[in-house]
């Protein structure tokens, strides 16, 4: 089992900037990525960012140019960077991690993100 740690969310004018944070620990080394899924009101929950093992990236296109993902693999722990925050960015953040048997969420409260127009 691996367990996971949020942080970073919060209210913010458009236009702004937040970064959130994922600890993992337990089982880490079951992980093959990290990533960051955006449950929106009203919408399916989307996979907006992630980053493998091997450090490679990528993102979804709604994101792409304003998201970074990064990690620290000595804390085990994966940021996200967001700029240029758009309220279509609003809802709840949810690190998962990416195994052999797909991606969970391990039960993650979740962070939320609120982008005020």
């Known amino acids: 089992q691996v367990q996971l740690v949020e942080s970073g969310g919060g209210l913010v004018q458009a236009g702004g900037s937040l970064r959130l944070s994922c600890a993992a620990s337990?089982?880490?080394?079951?992980?093959?990525?990290m990533g960051w899924y955006r449950q929106a009101p009203g919408k399916q929950r989307e996979l907006v960012a992630e980053?493998?093992?091997?450090?490679?990236?990528s993102y979804a296109d709604s994101v792409k140019g304003r998201f970074t993902i990064s990690r620290d693999t000595a804390k085990n722990t994966v940021y996200l960077q967001m700029n240029s925050l758009k309220p279509e960015d609003t809802g709840v953040y949810y690190c998962?991690?990416?195994?052999?048997?797909?991606?969970?969420?391990?039960g993650g409260q979740g962070t939320q993100v609120t982008v005020s127009s």
């Open positions: 998962n991690v990416l195994t052999v048997t797909g991606w969970h969420d391990y």
């Open positions: 337990g089982r880490i080394f079951s992980i093959n990525a």
């Open positions: 980053i493998t093992s091997g450090g490679s990236t």
